[in-house]
């Protein structure tokens, strides 16, 4: 299986509104990733978990909370976040690998409007 | 720092012909390169990547890239376009094997029928 899953797939939310969105997948991957892509542009890391922890944070607003609870699920919950916040959000895992490097498997995505 | 540079936004070719997406890089160290695929409203698929070894690396659906070390760049080809190749396909680099992936902007290949 090398198939990494979202939900929802879309997701529609108010200013005030708290969300969360889902990621999970089940090849044993120990990193896994958050990624914020804008139509046309590459993604922009968000948040790196390295065995479920969190090892990376791009200065991210702290309206976006990331959590993971075990190896396979990565979650991100969302409060008041505002218009420009509307975006395709990606998750992605990989292998971690001591002197390797390892290609990233990603998600089909969640798209979010805020409104 | 590192970066990676994909010079065209577009490209289009006709379907059965050979086709070049570019990508230039640039690391201070060995670069771990990677070419993704993204189809509308869809997340990334990986296509290939060069770590070490053989310049010429072979991917999915009949993908391949050349790492060229004194020309620092990693240009995706194949022999011969499908329409269904038509996408947003990125090139990406991680210079040290802990750092994070720095993506291009990415380049629509438009492949005509």
């Known amino acids: 299986d090398t198939e990494v899953t979202q939900t929802p797939k879309h997701l529609v939310m108010g200013m005030t509104n708290k969300k969360s969105l889902k990621c999970e997948q089940h090849?044993?991957?120990?990193?896994m990733y958050w990624y914020k892509q804008k139509a046309k542009k590459p993604p922009e890391l968000m948040f790196v978990y390295s065995y479920e922890k969190l090892s990376i944070n791009e200065s991210v607003p702290s309206r976006f909370s990331p959590e993971c609870p075990n190896s396979s699920l990565l979650n991100l919950h969302l409060h008041a976040l505002q218009p420009e916040d509307s975006a395709l959000y990606l998750c992605?895992?990989?292998?971690?690998?001591?002197?390797?490097?390892?290609?990233?498997?990603f998600g089909p995505g969640t798209r979010l409007t805020v409104t | 720092a590192q970066s990676v540079a994909q010079p065209e936004d577009q490209v289009n070719v006709a379907e059965g012909n050979p086709l070049t997406v570019k990508c230039t890089y640039s690391?201070?160290?060995?670069?771990?390169l990677f070419w993704y695929v993204q189809y509308p409203n869809r997340g990334l698929q990986f296509l290939l990547k060069?770590?070490?070894?053989?310049?010429l690396v072979k991917g999915s659906y009949g993908f391949e890239a050349e790492f060229n070390k004194s020309q620092t760049s990693f240009h995706l080809k194949k022999p011969s376009a499908l329409v269904s190749d038509s996408a947003l396909y990125f090139c990406a680099v991680i210079q040290n094997r802990d750092d994070k992936i720095i993506f291009g902007k990415g380049t629509r290949l438009h492949i005509l029928p």
């Open positions: 690391v201070s160290g060995n670069p771990y």
């Open positions: 060069y770590i070490t070894g053989d310049n």
């Open positions: 090849m044993g991957h120990r990193a």
């Open positions: 992605a895992s990989s292998q971690v690998r001591r002197g390797a490097v390892s290609e990233q498997y």
